[in-house]
């Protein structure tokens, strides 16, 4: 997992770490946050990787599923839903598609953003349930402003916890020499988020974890902001209740989509484990994505118990041993051509392999539909998708009604030109094709399309000219389509 590193570099550690240390007491950073990250410089220096090979890692063949449990849990669940918590991590900018804004504000159905569905959801459950139910953000130094902004139209949101608490930022490093990144021209770029592991950390430093044990709060669930799906669901809420269950992940069958994306295994002595595929040697990639092999795939839809993780920090001193992740990246992300810099983080999803008696469940895949690029944006955006009244989003009941059922629509877009958010918005300047009898969509080239189009089936648009394709008002397509088949409007 290491390779060696010069024995002076280790030796001259702390005077290496000094000048990040200067840096981060004069950001105001707390004391644990500053000691987390010279642990992992110094696992840095040590020519640490982060790797964990598959000896490490054995293939995980059989999960308990939600679907398939011995009885219901859902009364317990309903029981404990008053001592429950929501969190939702909030802190991305949705750089892979380009932004600088915060991702969860982005309008995603009905012209509503995640951060209004998110809300809107905890809303309809208190409503429903007549419980207290808080909903809380961890934000980034990036989001936090435009979110707490956001949340002012929601008075009624405000429970007996603070709305957010903020996610820690740790200095980039430069790779060529392992020092503190300096970027005059933007030196917010000289810093970075230290993954959603930080949670942890962040919850402990920050008094939010204290403060909620103060208020009678006994569970967590932890999700995404962008998966809207992962909603709260009495049945795993009274699983985890009546188990006892300190840590309970939920997961899904890996798909082909999922390749790339971590997965579970176990350890030699049957505990689970969790690996990304930045943890996978280089030597090893192919195997990682095999997914008849490693079958599970974790949805970052995590349940805590609360006393138990108290315990757990307390026990290391805030500090959770989770496994370093080394990523690699320019400087500025939306500047491929910018120096490469090493950002330290972990993940939360590693706290598996920490707690005793942390368990995995196999979920349905309808809890895990996150955006990480326009091509899933869109699907979202598209009819295929619905808005229930208590604001859930699910298939289209129609795409059922098929032999074999249609699912979630496959969307694969040209990323020369669908890629960044804006370039994504010119080309659906009307909004998303109807796709509710769409099964998949390929787009090749620069396509734009017009208002009504319906999509139908699997649609293959190719267009190599010089000049964009501009899909006509109106139109049906299906199957393979040429540029000279579905034809062309001129530019107006």
Not at 211 to 219: H, T, V
Not at 329 to 337: A, E, H, I, L, Q
Not at 417 to 424: D, G, K, Q, T, V
Request: net charge negative; with cysteine.
């Amino acid at each position: 997992m290491t390779s060696p590193a010069p024995s002076n570099d280790v030796e001259r550690a702390p005077r290496r770490f000094a000048p990040f240390q200067d840096r981060m007491q004069a950001a105001g950073i707390p004391s644990r946050v500053i000691e987390s990250f010279r642990r992992q410089y110094t696992q840095l220096l040590q020519g640490e990787t982060g790797y964990i090979p598959e000896s490490q890692a054995l293939p995980l063949d059989h999960l308990p599923c939600l679907e398939a449990l011995e009885k219901s849990y859902a009364s317990a669940g309903e029981e404990a839903l008053g001592r429950l918590v929501v969190i939702k991590l909030n802190g991305g900018l949705g750089t892979s598609m380009g932004m600088a804004g915060p991702k969860s504000l982005i309008p995603v159905k009905q012209g509503l953003s995640f951060l209004d569905i998110a809300v809107r959801q905890i809303l309809a459950l208190r409503r429903h349930w007549n419980v207290r139910l808080p909903l809380v953000f961890m934000d980034s130094f990036h989001t936090r402003g435009a979110t707490l902004e956001a949340l002012a139209a929601y008075p009624e949101l405000v429970a007996d916890l603070p709305l957010d608490f903020l996610q820690h930022r740790v200095p980039k490093i430069w790779a060529r020499d392992l020092t503190p990144v300096e970027w005059p021209e933007d030196p917010e770029k000289a810093w970075a988020p230290p993954g959603h592991g930080d949670i942890y950390l962040a919850l402990y430093t920050s008094g939010m974890l204290q403060q909620m044990l103060d208020a009678g709060y006994e569970y967590a669930f932890v999700s995404n902001i962008d998966n809207l799906c992962a909603t709260v669901d009495m049945e795993i809420l009274g699983y985890m209740a009546e188990k006892e269950i300190p840590f309970l992940m939920e997961a899904t069958r890996r798909t082909p989509a999922d390749r790339k994306g971590g997965h579970l295994a176990r350890r030699a002595d049957g505990s689970l484990l969790l690996r990304e595929i930045a943890q996978c040697p280089p030597e090893e990639q192919e195997r990682f994505q095999d997914i008849q092999r490693y079958r599970y795939f974790n949805t970052n839809n995590l349940w805590v118990h609360l006393p138990s993780l108290a315990r757990l920090l307390e026990a290391h001193e805030g500090i959770l041993p989770l496994p370093l992740i080394r990523n690699q990246k320019p400087v500025d992300p939306t500047r491929p051509n910018t120096p490469q810099v090493y950002q330290l983080e972990t993940a939360m999803g590693h706290a598996v392999g920490l707690f005793p008696g942390a368990q995995a469940l196999e979920v349905p895949r309808r809890r895990f539909r996150p955006v990480k690029r326009t091509d899933d944006l869109l699907a979202l955006w598209s009819d295929a998708y619905v808005l229930t009244p208590d604001y859930r989003v699910v298939l289209d009941p129609r795409r059922e009604t098929l032999d074999p059922p249609l699912g979630d629509p496959l969307v694969r877009l040209d990323e020369g030109h669908y890629r960044l958010f804006r370039e994504f918005q010119a080309r659906f300047s009307h909004g998303a094709p109807s796709m509710v009898w769409c099964r998949s969509l390929v787009v090749e080239g620069d396509v734009y399309f017009g208002q009504a189009i319906v999509l139908r089936g699997d649609v293959h648009i190719v267009h190599a000219g010089p000049e964009p394709l501009r899909l006509p008002d109106g139109a049906v397509l299906e199957g393979f389509c040429s540029g000279t088949r579905v034809g062309s409007v001129p530019e107006r």
